[in-house]
């Protein structure tokens, strides 16, 4: 872990603070490992999953939840996998393409890392 001070990536707070492994914010109480913030600022784009796990272009997903398709009748169902993902800026951060439906962006809120 550097000496830097890392700024809180949720309320932005400069008063930050290590902890064992870990960066602490005393403002609003988010932690985080430094490290992967590190790592995803290099990339410039940092996209969480459903459960606070960093995603990458490439990565593997599944769906946590089913989710209706405008324009068809059935919906994306839960457990679906989808592969070679890629981030992109945005409200719906990930474009993929899911079996049987096709190329499509999802919230990254509805997807779990595999």
């Known amino acids: 872990m550097s000496d ?7 309320c932005k707070c400069e008063y930050t ?12 109480g988010h932690e985080w490992n430094a490290t ?4 995803a600022s290099n990339d410039g784009l940092i996209v969480k999953d459903a459960h606070g796990n960093l995603l990458k272009d490439g990565d593997s997903v599944s769906i946590v939840k089913d989710l209706p ?5 059935k919906s994306i169902k839960v457990g679906t996998k989808v ?3 890629r981030l992109v800026e945005g409200d719906h951060n ?13 919230k990254s809120e ?3 890392k595999v």
Request: aromatic fraction near 8%; charge should be negative.
């Open 36 to 39: 992967d913030i590190v790592e």
């Open 110 to 112: 509805f997807v779990k």
């Open 69 to 73: 398709v405008k324009g068809f009748a």
């Open 4 to 10: 830097t001070i890392i700024p809180c990536p949720i």
């Open 94 to 106: 990930i474009d993929c393409k899911v079996p049987g439906f096709g190329g499509m962006a999802l």
């Open 83 to 85: 592969t070679n993902i």
């Open 17 to 28: 603070y290590a902890m064992d492994h870990l960066m602490v914010c005393p403002e609003c």
